[in-house]
């Protein structure tokens, strides 16, 4: 029998001050503030024991909002490299994961309205469920971010994949609720 999937509730609208959390409690946190400089710099914080976080990425968002730069671990690149737009489906953007395979968010055409992520041989190894909020004591959930354990290679659930699945999934909320191109 195939692993049931890893769900994580998502809260708030602004993927950019939000957390990811299941039934172990908060995995995944945004938070975005500004920096000496007047710059707004989002950093997701990944929980590795109780009361421990280690920092996986920071967000330097353009000045006018937009895309900036991207540091994830030892990388920095642009923004808009983890969220390019794909030029046979214009509302799917893919990215190059830190295996060197490119992946592929795009929208479903289910009655969920689900935003997939496509490995590099077309397998859903996760997705993005937008829900209608759900208020809980950590906060207002508004979509559950699945993790396809055994789809693919089977690695979507481990690091440095799903830091990145992660970044790239808020980056998509983002750029998709902003109309950025």
């Not at 998502?10 to 945004?30: A, C, H, K």
């Not at 990388?75 to 953007?93: F, I, Q, Y």
């Not at 009655?111 to 992520?117: C, P, R, V």
Request: one cysteine or more; hydrophobic letters at 40%; glycine letters at 8%.
């Amino acid at each position: 029998m195939a692993a049931p999937n890893e769900i994580l509730s998502w809260t708030s609208q602004d993927p950019r001050n939000s957390q990811l959390f299941s039934s172990y409690g908060v995995l995944y946190r945004f938070t975005t503030d500004n920096n000496a400089h007047g710059q707004s710099v989002t950093t997701l914080w990944k929980a590795i024991r109780a009361n421990k976080e280690d920092r996986v990425a920071k967000l330097e968002w353009a000045p006018n909002g937009g895309l900036g730069r991207a540091v994830i671990g030892k990388s920095t690149l642009p923004m808009g490299d983890l969220v390019r737009t794909d030029p046979r489906m214009p509302e799917a953007r893919i990215f190059n994961g830190p295996d060197g395979y490119q992946y592929s968010w795009r929208p479903s055409n289910n009655a969920h309205h689900d935003i997939n992520l496509m490995d590099h041989l077309g397998n859903v190894i996760a997705f993005y469920r937008p829900i209608r909020p759900v208020r809980y004591n950590i906060g207002d959930v508004y979509g559950e971010l699945h993790f396809c354990r055994n789809a693919g290679a089977g690695v979507v659930m481990h690091p440095p994949l799903m830091d990145t699945v992660t970044v790239t999934a808020m980056l998509y909320r983002f750029v998709i609720t902003f109309g950025i191109v």
